[in-house]
């Protein structure tokens, strides 16, 4: 019962996010529409967070699972990518290292300021 | 002859069983490159070429799969919602490291997609691939690119993102969690995000919404740039 309530309101959020992704004028997925209306009921309190507590902990957990699929639909476009595999390796390899440095880099020196800030406060 | 492989629960019973073996690999080996959901991909890759069956016979389980992947990106919503208190004291610089990191792959892309001569649809396949699959889609088809190579490139970048995430913060010497967990998500979304929770809650949380941020910021300058370009 408890399980099935849980499952039940995630997926009544992930189904109006759908509707409202088709209604809205802008292109925005319906995925990420979900997470942010779960978010404002959490934070408005609509939903207390134990009445999805055990569903979403389970969806976190095991979130890699369910990028499986995707992942193997990867066979059906291995003869277009081959002849240029190893460039479009390297270019997804150089340019994820790129923007993970210059993310981690822009918050930790924004982070050390505002600390460095505080600190001077409570002087 | 009935053809097993074409029954729903065909699919979803290997990619349990793949991902249970991969998840036993990872805990008696203990590294960062046993990866369950990659040697998942390449243990169903191989199963279904050497048994010859169709990737639409495997998907048949492979599409109840993904109805799943909605409700786990809303979960998403639940661990930033535990870790509100971190993430209001540092929206800031997280808003301004998802923007930072959005341009940083957008402008590296399109930069070595020129170097190495590559056409316009294929380099406007391959811009949207930091960011989650259902934006990434959009802005590959909005580009002229071709969304279905697009979903590849994601996955791919999402894991080289749980591979190599671990090791970057190290070689980085990255040292405050949250720069850590926005720099998956703005790298990697939601496979990335999957390693980030494995690494602690802050991660996870940090790099949930960071995949979320990043996508939307790069939707926005896309946007822009077709828009003033």
């Not at chain 2, 930091?130 to 934006?135: G, L």
Request: aromatic share 12%; with cysteine; net charge positive.
């Amino acid at each position: 019962m408890r399980y099935l309530r849980q499952i039940g309101i995630i997926f009544l959020i992930c189904y109006i996010s759908k509707i409202i992704s088709t209604v809205i004028p802008a292109k925005f997925p319906s995925n990420v529409i979900s997470m942010i209306l779960l978010f404002l009921l959490l934070i408005t309190k609509a939903i207390k967070p134990e009445s999805i507590r055990d569903f979403s902990e389970f969806l976190l957990k095991n979130m890699a699972f369910f990028f499986i699929p995707s992942g193997v639909a990867i066979m059906d476009e291995i003869p277009f990518l081959l002849n240029k595999i190893h460039l479009i390796l390297f270019i997804l390899f150089i340019t994820f290292v790129c923007s993970f440095w210059v993310t981690a880099i822009i918050v930790e020196t924004m982070m050390k300021r505002i600390k460095g800030c505080e600190e001077v406060d409570h002087e | 002859m009935n053809n097993f492989a074409a029954e729903p629960l065909f699919g979803i019973i290997i990619s349990i069983a793949f991902y249970l073996f991969g998840v036993f690999l990872r805990e008696k080996i203990k590294s960062d490159f046993i990866n369950p959901l990659l040697l998942t991909i390449i243990g169903i890759v191989l199963t279904l070429i050497l048994f010859k069956i169709p990737f639409d016979d495997y998907n048949q389980g492979g599409q109840i799969i993904n109805l799943f992947l909605g409700p786990a990106t809303a979960s998403i919503a639940y661990s930033v919602f535990k870790q509100i208190r971190i993430l209001k004291k540092w929206a800031i610089p997280i808003i301004a490291g998802c923007i930072g990191g959005s341009l940083a792959s957008i402008g590296s892309v399109y930069f070595l997609c020129r170097v190495f001569g590559f056409n316009d649809a294929l380099t406007s396949s391959i811009i949207p691939k930091s960011v989650t699959t259902p934006i990434a889609i959009e802005i590959s088809a909005q580009l002229g690119g071709m969304p279905s190579i697009t979903v590849s490139l994601v996955i791919l970048t999402g894991i080289l993102g749980a591979l190599f995430s671990p090791f970057l913060i190290r070689f980085f010497h990255i040292s405050e969690r949250i720069a850590a967990g926005t720099a998956i998500g703005v790298s990697s979304h939601g496979i990335g995000t999957s390693k980030a929770i494995e690494l602690g809650e802050i991660e996870g949380a940090v790099s949930g919404i960071a995949m979320g941020l990043s996508g939307l910021f790069t939707s926005i300058f896309i946007s822009l740039v077709q828009f003033f370009g």
